[in-house]
């Protein structure tokens, strides 16, 4: 499932419309794991990143009447994650910098280290980054969006988009040849 | 694989072990109760134009020296600009908003940079704003006794009856009375340490009933702060047209929208666009308007018809020459 494409839409059209109550429930359901994780490629620490995408969740209750439409509010979400993220950075940024990283399973098998090595330093590099070229990669490559809508979630423009996109890449290529 | 791809398994593993806890009960805990909201809302139109009530008598009476201290400066830009004979500091005020009590930021001028901390908490705890719709929520009786940073410790020392939590204040409110000292603490000492409170010099298991054992981190800004601030111009300034107004509007769709009210008439609105949407981003935009007296509003949009959370404002009276 992507975010791009709820999978509930059907469901409202024959409910004939949730209340703001209801679109809560249904989109938490869909979407929470997937924004949490989204939000944990922006801020790294896991709590922090819960509690954006809870707040974000309130912020969509409380607008559901001008979003009634499920895409929409998932747009809404999108956005509201990838901004209180950013905006969490700037505010907390002793507290990110020195946040530990995300619990992880501790088997203690060599490769359970090996991903929680690798994991590590993945999320490393992309705190390494520049906001935007971080929330450009996450918007494209993580929650698989277009060109089209990573510039409307953003606020920027696709030459822009494509810019970021392609910095972001080339800051991140070395590790990517550990995965191939 | 290609590069895409690639990244695409890149990062969907790097987060691949993330396991939310789950966070259904705690939204729900918040978005339930619109009604209560509603009738907050009503609530806090009902001190805001109890306030605007006693500003007019305060003028009236005399008292209007309070906000004649921002007015030194040649209009908007001059009152916030830091001079070198008296530096500007950002101290916090409790206002109500749509969604309740939250702080709004002003620019108070110090007598010196050494004082800053000092005059700066004092004012907030005091509730000595300009704005009339602002407050301390700090209950009478309460004393600023010292504040500062010292080997990496940014304290603030109070007195008076703040141990436990009065009758009459919610844990939100009294939550949001460390606020407003943490945010001034820190805007003023440039840090983001958490501030480390002491009464009486002491540290103090509670302050306003709220655990004060650890020193108390600032909160996320988007539950902390107004959606709708506006930092220029200042509330009883004297401004040429046409001035800029600027400001910070966590708005829906980043939409922000100001009316210009001379008595009840509107006199001129317009809208713009906040850099981004739904978290605090900056604003600006120009007003021309004839001299006169006025009253500056600037609001997000009503999008919510009753539902949700209703608009956000922040006001300013302004006198154009």
Redesign the interface.
């Known amino acids: 499932m992507t975010l791009r494409k709820p999978g509930t839409t059907k469901a409202v059209s024959q409910g004939g419309g949730w209340d703001?109550?209801a679109a809560?429930?249904e989109l938490?359901a869909a979407h929470?794991?997937r924004l949490?994780?989204l939000s944990?490629?922006l801020v790294r620490d896991?709590e922090t990143?819960?509690?954006v995408?809870?707040?974000?969740?309130?912020?969509m209750?409380?607008?559901?009447?001008?979003l009634r439409e499920p895409d929409k509010a998932l747009a809404?979400l999108r956005?509201?994650v990838v901004?209180?993220s950013?905006?969490?950075l700037r505010?907390?940024?002793?507290?990110a910098a020195y946040a530990p990283p995300?619990p992880?399973?501790q088997s203690g098998a060599d490769e359970d280290a090996l991903?929680?090595e690798?994991?590590a330093s993945?999320?490393d590099a992309?705190r390494g980054l520049p906001d935007r070229q971080r929330e450009v990669?996450?918007l494209r490559?993580?929650l698989?969006l277009s060109e089209a809508d990573i510039a409307q979630t953003l606020?920027i423009s696709r030459g822009a988009v494509k810019s970021h996109a392609s910095r972001g890449?080339a800051a991140?290529?070395s590790?990517?040849e550990d995965?191939? | 694989?290609n590069?895409?791809d690639?990244?695409?398994?890149?990062?969907?593993?790097?987060?691949?072990?993330?396991?939310?806890?789950s966070?259904?009960d705690?939204?729900?805990s918040?978005?339930?109760g619109?009604s209560h909201r509603a009738w907050g809302w009503s609530a806090g139109a009902a001190v805001l134009a109890t306030a605007a009530t006693i500003a007019v008598v305060a003028v009236l009476g005399g008292l209007g020296g309070v906000s004649g201290t921002t007015d030194a400066g040649p209009g908007p830009a001059g009152s916030t600009a830091p001079t070198a004979e008296s530096p500007t500091e950002t101290v916090y005020f409790v206002g109500q908003t749509g969604?309740g009590p939250r702080l709004f930021p002003e620019m108070h001028r110090v007598s010196s940079t050494g004082a800053a901390l000092d005059e700066s908490l004092g004012a907030a705890v005091g509730g000595r704003a300009d704005d009339p719709d602002y407050a301390s929520s700090w209950p009478a009786g309460t004393t600023m006794q010292r504040a500062q940073l010292e080997h990496g410790v940014l304290s603030v020392d109070l007195g008076g009856p703040v141990v436990g939590r009065p009758a009459g204040t919610t844990r939100t409110q009294a939550a949001l009375a460390l606020q407003q000292l943490v945010y001034t603490a820190q805007d003023v000492a440039r840090s983001?340490?958490p501030v480390t409170f002491l009464h009486d010099g002491r540290p103090t298991a509670t302050l306003l009933g709220e655990p004060t054992v650890q020193p108390v981190?600032?909160g996320?800004?988007?539950?902390v702060l107004a959606p709708v601030q506006v930092a220029s111009p200042s509330d009883g300034s004297t401004v040429r047209s046409p001035f800029t107004v600027t400001g910070k509007a966590a708005a829906?769709e980043?939409n922000v929208q100001w009316e210009l009210m001379r008595g009840s008439a509107v006199a001129k609105r317009g809208f713009t666009t906040a850099?981004?949407?739904?978290?605090?981003?900056p604003y600006s935009f120009r007003v021309e308007a004839p001299p006169g007296e006025y009253t500056l509003v600037v609001h997000d949009?009503d999008?919510?018809?009753?539902?949700?959370?209703p608009p956000a404002q922040d006001t300013k009276r302004v006198t154009v020459r």
């Open positions: 703001a109550d809560v429930e938490y929470y794991r949490v994780r944990v490629l896991v990143a819960e509690e995408v809870q707040d974000s969740f309130v912020a209750h409380g607008r559901w009447r001008s809404y956005q509201t901004n209180r950013r905006s969490v505010h907390r940024g002793v507290r995300p992880r399973d991903a929680s690798r994991r993945v999320l992309l990669l996450a490559y993580y698989d606020g890449v991140l290529r590790l990517m995965v191939s | 694989m590069s895409d690639q990244l695409r398994a890149l990062l969907e593993d790097a987060v691949a072990d993330v396991r939310p806890r966070g259904l705690s939204i729900r918040r978005t339930t619109s969604a983001r340490i981190a600032a996320s800004a988007d539950d829906f980043a850099r981004e949407c739904c978290t605090l981003a949009e999008a919510s018809g009753g539902e949700g959370n």
